[in-house]
C-alpha cells in the first residue's frame, strides 16, 4: 500500500486572458511526487519566515516552479540516505538551498533532500528549537559572524539592529547581547514590542520613523555596526550614522528593495556594507553558524520568542507576516 502525506502545495492557474495566479492548500501526496535527492526526511518541524509568507498568499518572487512544496526550513529525521555522512535515524536540519523555491520545501510530513547543504541538529538544541531559529536565525547568525569577522567588539559601542521585533532581528538581538554588546533595537512597534526587545537583551529601543525617512548623507557616527533587515532609506540612514571604519550588514528588504544614498560613507568614513546570503550559504560557513547558534543563544530567550503552530494554520501565519503582525519565530508542528 502507498502511503501518503499532507503537504503544503503552490499550484499556478492561468486564465483564458494568460492571467497567471498562485494559490496554496493541503495536499496529500506520496514519495514518488517528491524530487531528487540522496537523503529522504520525516520532517518534523518547519517555520514560517517572510519568503513563506510571499509563497504561501500566492506572491510572485520566491515560488520558481509549480506545483511546489512550500517551507524555506525543514527539521526531520532521516529514514532514507545515499549519503556517507548520515544514517538513518539522524536528526538534520536545512535553511534555504532552494527549499520552497526550487525544490520542495518543508510544509510536509515527507521531504527528499539534497545533503550538500545538509547540517545535523545539534544536539544541545534539539529538533524544535532548530526549527525556531531557522533560515531567520541562521541569517542572523551569519550577519554576526559578519560583524565579528570585521573586528567589531564589545567594547566599541552600541550595535543597531533594524526590523527588531522581527524573526531575523530577534535573534540577532538575542546573540548579541549575550555576547555582551550594547544593543540598540529599532521597531515600528515600539508601545506592543518594546517589553520584548528589551527582555531579548535591547538596551535601547527607538521608533523606526527616525531611519525611515530620507536624511543628510553624513550624521552623528553612533554605531560601529548595524545589523539590517529592512534596506531601503533605514539602511542608508544606518550607513550614514556609522562610525569610522564601520560595518552595516543587510539581509533583508522589508522596507524596499532600493537603496538610494550616497557614496560619503564610503570614501569619507571608510565603512563597509556586507552583504548576507543564506540561501547560497556553503557547507562550512552553515556549520559554524549552527555550532555558534548552539552555544551564542539563550535557549529560554529562544523559547520565549517561539510561537507554535500546527501545519493547517501555515497560511493563516503567512498572511500575519507579511502584515507585520507576527513577532519573533513561528515555528510549524508538521505532524499536528
Ligand atoms: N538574505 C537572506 O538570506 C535572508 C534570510 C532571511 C530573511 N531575509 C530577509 O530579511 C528580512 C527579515 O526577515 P524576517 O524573517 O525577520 O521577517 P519578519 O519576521 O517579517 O521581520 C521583518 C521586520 O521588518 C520590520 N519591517 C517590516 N516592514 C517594514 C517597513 N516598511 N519599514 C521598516 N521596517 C519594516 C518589522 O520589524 P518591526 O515590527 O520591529 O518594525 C518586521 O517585523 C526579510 O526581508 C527577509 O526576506 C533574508
Not at 509549480?66 to 536540519?93: C, H, K, M, N, Y
Request: proline share 3%.
Amino acid at each position: 500500500m502507498t502511503t501518503t502525506f499532507r503537504a503544503w502545495q503552490v499550484e499556478k492557474q492561468t486564465d483564458a486572458s494568460g492571467t497567471a495566479t498562485h494559490t496554496a492548500s493541503v495536499s496529500h501526496l506520496t514519495d514518488d511526487d517528491l524530487m531528487d535527492g540522496d537523503v529522504t526526511l520525516d520532517v518534523s518541524w518547519s517555520s514560517i519566515n517572510y519568503k513563506d509568507g510571499l509563497a504561501l498568499m500566492g506572491k510572485p518572487g520566491v515560488v520558481r516552479t509549480w506545483p511546489l512544496i512550500p517551507g524555506i526550513d525543514a527539521v526531520g529525521t532521516v529514514t532514507a540516505t545515499e549519503s556517507d555522512r548520515f544514517q538513518v535515524g539522524d536528526e538534520v536540519l536545512m535553511n534555504g538551498a532552494g527549499l520552497g523555491e526550487s525544490h520542495h520545501g518543508g510544509l510536509a510530513e515527507r521531504a527528499r533532500v539534497d545533503s550538500a547543504s545538509l547540517v545535523r541538529v545539534p544536539e544541545s538544541l534539539g529538533a524544535k528549537r532548530a526549527a525556531a531559529i531557522g533560515t531567520a536565525g541562521f541569517t542572523a547568525m551569519l550577519s554576526v559572524l559578519a560583524v565579528e569577522r570585521h573586528g567589531v567588539s564589545p567594547g566599541d559601542g552600541p550595535v543597531l539592529v533594524t526590523g527588531a521585533a522581527g524573526g531575523v532581528g530577534s535573534i540577532v538581538i538575542a546573540v548579541l547581547a549575550r555576547l555582551g554588546f550594547e544593543v540598540v533595537a529599532s521597531t515600528g512597534r515600539v508601545d506592543s514590542q518594546g517589553d520584548y526587545l528589551r527582555r531579548l537583551g535591547a538596551s535601547t529601543v527607538i521608533d523606526r520613523a527616525e531611519l525611515s525617512d530620507a536624511g543628510k548623507p553624513l550624521q552623528s557616527q553612533k554605531y560601529p555596526a548595524v545589523v539590517d533587515a529592512v534596506g531601503s532609506t533605514t539602511l542608508v540612514n544606518a550607513l550614514a550614522q556609522l562610525t569610522y571604519g564601520g560595518i552595516a550588514t543587510a539581509c533583508g528588504l522589508a522596507q524596499g528593495a532600493d537603496l538610494p544614498g550616497t557614496m560619503m560613507p564610503f570614501i569619507l568614513r571608510g565603512v563597509t556594507l556586507a552583504g548576507i546570503n543564506s540561501v547560497d550559504a556553503p557547507l562550512s560557513r552553515r556549520e559554524e553558524a549552527w555550532a555558534r547558534l548552539a552555544t551564542d543563544l539563550n535557549t529560554d530567550l529562544l523559547d520565549e520568542l517561539t510561537t507554535r503552530i500546527a501545519l493547517a494554520d501555515a497560511r493563516d501565519a503567512a498572511d500575519q507576516i507579511l502584515q507585520g503582525k507576527l513577532h519573533g519565530r513561528t515555528v510549524v508542528d508538521v505532524r499536528a
